[in-house]
């Protein structure tokens, strides 16, 4: 059996991405929305989720340096991935979502539309 780690992530660019180690890995976050009816009183409800991606592969990470602004509308192809390390002592659990396939979309596909 062929085993799938796909998380997708369609929302808007919460800041302009940042570039590290010497510009091979890009981060930034992505607001995603969401609405549900509240079971007891059925009133409307609505969130952000704030999800925060990685970008490990070295063309993928400068395009979205110099294309992802705030705001953007975007769709982002990812794993997630986690790992630990050590901090004073202690162990620290971490989880990562690694985009690998990052698309601006352009104003009618924006997240929320259909």
Partial sequence: MRSTNLFIVRGHVGAD?????GGKVTKFSVATNRAWNDRQTGEKKEA??????TILND?????????????DPIY???????????KDGQTVYVTDVIANVVDRLA????A???
């Fill in 107 to 110: 104003p009618s596909q924006q």
């Fill in 48 to 53: 952000t989720d704030w999800v925060n991606l």
């Fill in 17 to 21: 991405a940042k570039s590290f180690d």
């Fill in 76 to 86: 982002a192809e990812c794993r997630v991935a986690d790992r630990s390390y050590q």
């Fill in 59 to 71: 063309k993928v990470a400068k395009w979205a340096l110099e294309n992802i602004r705030k705001g």
């Fill in 112 to 114: 929320g539309d259909h």
